[in-house]
């Protein structure tokens, strides 16, 4: 098959699409087939759409992700031209010419529906759940909202709020709670906050990130996640970060985090576990693949977080040992 591996755009995950882009790309060629990366936002600044892109050399430069996110004003001052199209040149047309693509975008720029959206109103096939399962799971107030009757989940509220609603927010807060931008993924923006001043300092910085943030309670216990595939639920894993919690550092650097597949936790806790994230699943109207992420409490109850509909991350191989805790 000849297939584009989409990847990058403008998002505050880019460099992790780009490295996922890059790895998937490796191993659909080992596989026998004629893949090309590209990027979203940047396309084909050199030459034109033709066949040469599908046997073209990826960069291994891609395969680092580093400690900060990228500033999305450098990258679009790096754009030649001023078009507004989230599509650079090219990338439509070598979509056309291909049999498949892979969408191996994260965040807004993604993840979130939009390009799903375009892509069917062109009949083109791609990878991953559809335009309105991936709109929904990219928006973490109205996920939580839709499946907080068939699972447990953390109490929580949204806000949208500027930098003169930060005093009475911190005034009125409960912690310790975890902070989350509403749309963005790779745990960019998430913190968790034990004090005032730690709010404070999230709240300020979530400014940069749109304003409109989650406030979740904070449960203790060990993060468990279960991907489903094909609408069968496949083993835990649990992650275990060697200091703090889970957040975009820990993700993406090696030896940060461990994870354990399967979980070392009871055969009651993994059905328990399963079926939540078959029933999230259920839900939201995913299809094909999609992964949940689940704090497991020390009585054993999975207490739903997130729902991912396409993410492909390039995580650390999984290790044996160890337990987890926070958030």
């Known amino acids: 098959m000849k297939i584009v591996v989409l990847a990058g755009g403008l998002s505050p995950e880019r460099n992790v699409s780009l490295s996922t882009g890059t790895m998937v790309t490796e ?34 430069a891609y395969k680092k992700i580093s400690r900060e996110a990228p500033d999305l004003d450098q990258v679009r001052r790096g754009r030649k031209g001023d078009s507004p199209s989230m599509f650079g040149p090219g990338v439509l047309e070598l979509c056309r010419m291909a049999d498949m693509v892979f969408l191996a ?3 807004t ?3 979130d529906g939009r390009v799903q959206a375009a892509f069917d109103l062109m009949g083109i096939p791609y990878t991953g759940a559809g335009y309105l399962g991936s709109a929904i799971a990219m928006d973490k107030d109205l996920t939580k909202r839709m499946v907080a009757d068939v699972v447990s989940t953390p109490g929580w509220k949204t806000v949208t709020y500027t930098a003169a609603d930060i005093d009475r927010l911190v005034e009125t807060a409960r912690l310790p709670l975890v902070v989350k931008p509403v749309a963005s993924g790779s745990s960019i923006g998430v913190s968790i906050a034990y004090t005032a001043e730690e709010l404070r300092r999230s709240l300020t910085e979530g400014l940069a990130l749109g304003g409109r943030t989650v406030l979740e309670e904070y449960i203790r216990g060990r993060e468990i996640q279960v991907g489903i595939l094909e609408d069968k639920a496949l083993p835990s894993i649990e992650i275990i970060p060697k200091q703090g919690f889970y957040d975009y550092a820990n993700k993406y650097q090696p030896g940060a985090a461990l994870e354990v597949c399967p979980a070392e936790i009871t055969p009651e806790e993994e059905a328990r576990v399963r079926a939540a994230a078959l029933r999230v699943y259920e839900t939201l109207g995913l299809s094909v693949y999609s992964r949940a992420d689940f ?4 009585d054993g109850e999975p207490c739903f977080l997130d729902q991912h509909p396409a993410r492909h991350d390039t995580h650390q191989p999984a290790a044996p040992g160890g337990r987890g805790g926070g958030h």
Do not use: K, M
């Not at 596989?31 to 960069?59: C, K, M, Q």
């Open 109 to 111: 720029c993604g993840e």
């Open 27 to 60: 191993a659909l060629r080992a596989l026998g087939h004629r893949a090309g990366l590209i990027d979203l936002y940047f396309g084909l600044e050199t030459g034109g759409a033709d066949e040469a892109f599908f046997d073209a050399p990826v960069s291994e």
């Open 295 to 298: 704090i497991l409490t020390e």
């Open 105 to 107: 975008l994260h965040g």
